[in-house]
Each structure stands twice: as C-alpha cells, then as structure tokens.
C-alpha cells in the first residue's frame, strides 16, 4: 500500500513516521516534506506545492496512491478534501464547509454558541470603532483574535485597554495579519490549566487519541509572544477520566452531531484546544481541522494502533466499535527553533549533531536536505521527542538529545512540561 501525506512541518513527519511502521505500507510520499521525511526508512519526498491539487491528484492516481492525509489547515481549508474524493480518491480531512470550524473563528465561536458548546464570551468585528468599544467594556487581559488563519500566532492577550486599541488597529488595517486580520473576535480571558483533545471522526462516530498539552509562548514560564507551539507532551494530567469524560460529552459529541446537523459531517482528525477551570470543567479555545503541531510527535511516539487502518476507517464510516491504545509511558517533544520566531529568523544554518539519535526520535519541521547536509528552512526547526515513565524522565531524556543537537541561532525552551512535572513532585 502507497500513503500520500501533504506538508512540509513535524506534524507531517509525525504523521508519515506513524503511517511507515504499518506492515502493509510499502511508501509513504510527502508532499513537499522536509529533510527527515526525505531521509526517514519507507518515506519520500515529492516536489508538489502544498496547495497544488491538481498536481497532488495526478501523482496519486499516477502512483496508485491508496489513502491521502491531508497534513496542514491552509490546504483543508481551502478545499483539499473536496478535490481529493471528487477525483475518486480516499481521502482523510474534512471538507471544506466543515474546516471553517478553523477557517474562520467567528464562525468557530458562532457554531459553539448555537449548539451550546461551552467556550468564552465573544464578539466578532470589522468596525475597529465597535470593536475597541466591546474590548472597553471587558476586564483585562482581553484576548484578540484574527479571524483567519495565521499559523498560530494570530492571537494577542492584551494586558491594558491601550494595547487592546492599539492591537485591534492594527489587525484590522491589515498591517498585523493580512487578510486573515480583516474580522477580529475580542473574548474573555480563561483562567486556568490548557490541553489538546484531538479525535478521529467519521461523520457520526469518533475515537480519542491520548491526550497532551501544547506550550504556545515563545519562551519559559509562558512568557513572550504566541506561536504554533513550543513543545508538548502526552498525556495531559489535568485531563483525568472525569474531565475526559466532560470533554467527550460537552464538546465533542455535539460538536460532530452539530456538523451533520448542518450539513456538514465532520470526518478526520478533530483538535480542540481547551482550557480547563480549576474545578475541571473544559470551555473551547479553538477548534483546528487537522493533527496538532507539535502535539503530533509525542502522541504518535505513544501510540500503538496502525494509523493507517484507523483512517481508513474514518474515510468508509467505520470507527464504530474500533479502539485506540497507546503506550503507557509519558512522551515529552521540544521544538528546536530558529533565533528571532515567531518574528523574523535566518535560514540555511547547518545543524550539527543529527547522526545516530539513541533514546527518542527527531521530528523534523523547517528543514531541508542540501548538498548533503541539513539546513534550517523555517522558525520551528526540530522535534526532539523522547519517552519516560514519568513526565520528569521523558523530559530529562529530550534535553539530553536537545544538548547535543546544535545550528547558528538555535533556542528552545528549557521547561517543557514543567506543569506535568510540579505535579509529580507534589509542587501542583
């Protein structure tokens, strides 16, 4: 069997990764991939746009591609699904009516607030004169949003009135985020502990994957600016059997019953990220369409199930009656990242240290295969990922590879997991 995975990213990689060590997958194409999808055992590197369908449907159908993941939202969003199965071909994602859940965040939140999904309070604007008097009439910090996508970083916490004002001037003249700025959704702050509950769904049914937690800040303690993600491990504590159970029944559940309400069955993976209150009770922060990044790389280094099968499963409407299982140990990603992300960051270093990885696996993103050596090519450069019987031992094992990894610029955070971890030591 022939799998074909589009993206260039460490999800691509995680996904790809999981999909080789299915006995029945003889290749595993990426499109465009990156340098450790180029070198990885089963994988290959194809020269397609990730936004080329056409190109990516003929290779598929030229190669007798059996199953097709769409990898990032950019594609989804703007209708990969739809072309794939109008052309014949399987295909895992949803369409597009149905990747508006992340395509656009006042639909997102006006969905929610339909189907009594519980999120934040919000309101969606393009006059920057209502917007700043809705921000005015909320307590701080206010969280702004771009209504588009924006790779992860389209999202401001102001601290002060001021910087709400200034902020939403600035998204919505277009200097911020472009077009994705042109709406902004203003929320309510949520306090409390974040995690990431992704599913497989397909259309009526769903499954869990493990559970795990993003670290979105740029830099330790959660300080800094946003962006697509720092580091992660699975699972996530603060996700015990009674909030998972929370989740399932309060999000998930009316989230896929509320797409088919409306016409648009949900099929493929489903990311919720969450923010759960100290009493455990989960409100939506976002919802994505596809795999999270760099939530991915631990999850898939823990699971256990043939990936392969499973989204088959979810394309022929299936799941019911399949299961998930995982790894009980703990696994713990740091992302390596160029010098200056999420803002401007230099590219075409060489990275040292990428020989024999022993105790974990790293996932590359913004990599690329050069004249024989590896080059950074994007802001997130690697995942290195690596397991424990304990968030402290999965951790301690990741920076050990983080330490003998380096390139011109590099940083990362020192504290990935450190939640997970003051909860071990009893600190939490």
């Given at each position: 069997m022939?799998?074909?995975v589009?993206?260039?990213?460490?999800?691509?990689?995680?996904?790809?990764?999981s999909?080789?060590?299915?006995?029945?997958?003889?290749?595993?194409?990426?499109?465009?991939?990156?340098?450790?999808?180029?070198?990885?055992?089963?994988?290959?590197?194809?020269d397609?746009d990730?936004?080329d369908?056409?190109?990516?449907?003929?290779?598929?159908?030229?190669?007798?591609?059996?199953?097709?993941?769409?990898?990032p939202?950019?594609?989804?969003?703007?209708?990969?699904?739809?072309?794939?199965?109008?052309?014949?071909?399987?295909?895992?994602?949803?369409?597009?009516?149905?990747?508006?859940?992340?395509?656009?965040?006042?639909?997102?939140?006006?969905?929610?607030k339909?189907?009594?999904?519980?999120?934040a309070?919000?309101?969606?604007?393009?006059?920057?004169d209502?917007?700043?008097?809705?921000?005015?009439?909320?307590?701080?910090?206010?969280?702004?949003?771009?209504?588009?996508?924006?790779?992860g970083?389209?999202?401001?916490?102001a601290?002060?009135?001021?910087e709400?004002?200034?902020?939403?001037?600035?998204?919505?003249?277009?200097n911020?985020?472009?077009e994705?700025?042109?709406?902004?959704?203003?929320?309510?702050?949520?306090?409390?502990?974040e995690?990431s509950?992704?599913?497989?769904?397909?259309?009526?049914?769903?499954?869990?994957?493990?559970t795990?937690?993003?670290h979105?800040a740029?830099?330790?303690g959660?300080?800094?600016?946003n962006t697509?993600?720092?580091?992660?491990?699975?699972?996530?504590?603060?996700v015990?059997?009674?909030v998972?159970?929370?989740?399932?029944?309060?999000?998930i559940?009316?989230?896929?019953?509320?797409?088919?309400?409306?016409?648009?069955?949900?099929?493929?993976?489903l990311?919720?990220?969450l923010?759960?209150?100290?009493?455990?009770?989960?409100?939506?922060?976002?919802?994505?369409?596809?795999f999270?990044?760099?939530?991915?790389?631990?999850?898939?280094?823990?699971?256990?199930?043939?990936l392969?099968q499973?989204?088959?499963?979810?394309?022929?409407?299936r799941?019911?009656?399949?299961?998930?299982?995982?790894?009980?140990?703990?696994?713990?990603t740091?992302?390596?990242?160029s010098?200056?992300?999420?803002?401007?960051?230099?590219?075409?270093?060489?990275?040292?240290?990428?020989?024999?990885?022993?105790?974990?696996?790293?996932?590359?993103?913004?990599?690329?295969?050069?004249?024989?050596?590896?080059?950074?090519?994007?802001g997130?450069?690697?995942?290195?990922?690596?397991?424990?019987?304990?968030?402290?031992?999965?951790?301690?094992?990741?920076?050990?590879?983080?330490?003998?990894?380096?390139?011109?610029?590099?940083?990362?955070?020192?504290?990935?997991?450190?939640?997970?971890?003051?909860?071990?030591?009893?600190?939490a």
């Open positions: 022939k799998i074909l589009t993206g260039s990213g460490g999800r691509e990689h995680g996904l790809a990764w999909a080789a060590k299915s006995a029945e997958v003889e290749r595993v194409y990426v499109t465009p991939g990156n340098a450790g999808t180029a070198i990885d055992d089963k994988m290959e590197n194809v397609i990730v936004v369908f056409d190109a990516q449907i003929e290779f598929a159908q030229r190669n007798d591609v059996a199953l097709t993941i769409i990898g939202e950019v594609p989804l969003v703007v209708g990969a699904a739809d072309k794939f199965q109008a052309a014949g071909l399987t295909c895992l994602g949803p369409g597009k009516e149905a990747a508006r859940l992340e395509g656009s965040k006042s639909f997102s939140k006006d969905f929610m339909r189907h009594g999904i519980p999120t309070l919000y309101g969606s604007f393009e006059n920057a209502l917007a700043i008097e809705f921000a005015n009439s909320m307590s701080t910090p206010i969280v702004i949003k771009a209504d588009g996508l924006a790779a970083k389209g999202v401001v916490i601290q002060t009135h001021s709400a004002k200034s902020t939403i001037l600035d998204m919505l003249s277009g911020a985020f472009g994705a700025g042109a709406r902004v959704v203003i929320e309510e702050f949520l306090e409390g502990e995690a509950f992704i599913v497989i769904a397909d259309g009526k049914n769903f499954l869990p994957f493990a795990s937690q993003d979105k740029a830099f330790d959660d300080k800094g600016p697509g993600g720092m580091g992660a491990y699975s699972p996530a504590p603060v015990t059997p009674e998972h159970k929370r989740i399932e029944d309060r999000v559940k009316p989230t896929i019953a509320g797409m088919a309400e409306d016409g648009h069955p949900y099929i493929g993976f990311y919720a990220g923010m759960i209150d100290k009493d455990g009770n989960p409100k939506v922060i976002e919802f994505n369409c596809r999270g990044d760099p939530e991915t790389q631990p999850v898939m280094m823990r699971m256990k199930t043939d392969v499973l989204c088959l499963a979810a394309t022929q409407g799941l019911e009656g399949e299961r998930i299982e995982f790894e009980d140990q703990v696994a713990l740091v992302v390596i990242a010098g200056g992300y999420p803002g401007d960051y230099a590219k075409g270093c060489t990275i040292q240290g990428l020989g024999e990885i022993e105790g974990g696996k790293v996932f590359h993103a913004g990599t690329k295969l050069e004249d024989g050596e590896i080059k950074t090519s994007g997130r450069v690697l995942g290195v990922t690596a397991l424990g019987q304990t968030v402290g031992e999965a951790q301690a094992q990741a920076y050990k590879l983080v330490r003998d990894l380096s390139f011109d610029g590099m940083y990362y955070r020192s504290d990935i997991g450190y939640r997970a971890v003051a909860r071990e030591n009893g600190d």
